[in-house]
């Protein structure tokens, strides 16, 4: 399940986490980002090895800066607290897994 997060909890959550951590940074009126949703949605039931937060770049401004996000959707692979990877714009199924899957 992809959980929203909110730039207070994004260190606890995303920096701090020994896991492998995908944020989707979106907004509500981004349409690619609705038809990315859905995808995100079912990559975070298939790898449980992977947490799966979501970035509303709208409601936390700040830290779409602090992330260089110019274009939605964007997808930041963290891991060890550090950028790992990164994927902009809508991915097909096969090329997700392939990001997703580097990290683990």
């Given at each position: 399940m992809v959980k929203e997060i909110t730039t207070q909890e994004f260190n606890e959550k995303v920096i701090n986490n020994s896991k492998p951590t995908l944020v989707d940074f979106w907004a509500a009126w981004c349409g690619p980002c609705r038809m990315l949703s859905p995808l995100v949605d079912s990559m975070s039931e298939q790898y449980d090895?992977?947490?799966?937060?979501?970035?509303?770049?709208?409601e936390e401004p700040d830290l779409?800066?602090?992330?260089?996000?110019?274009?939605?959707?964007?997808?930041?692979?963290?891991?060890?607290?550090?950028v790992f990877d990164e994927s902009v714009g809508v991915a097909p199924e096969a090329e997700l897994k392939a990001f997703i899957e580097k990290a683990i």
């Open positions: 090895a992977v947490d799966f937060y979501k970035v509303n770049v709208d779409a800066r602090e992330y260089g996000i110019m274009s939605i959707p964007s997808l930041i692979m963290f891991k060890d607290g550090e």
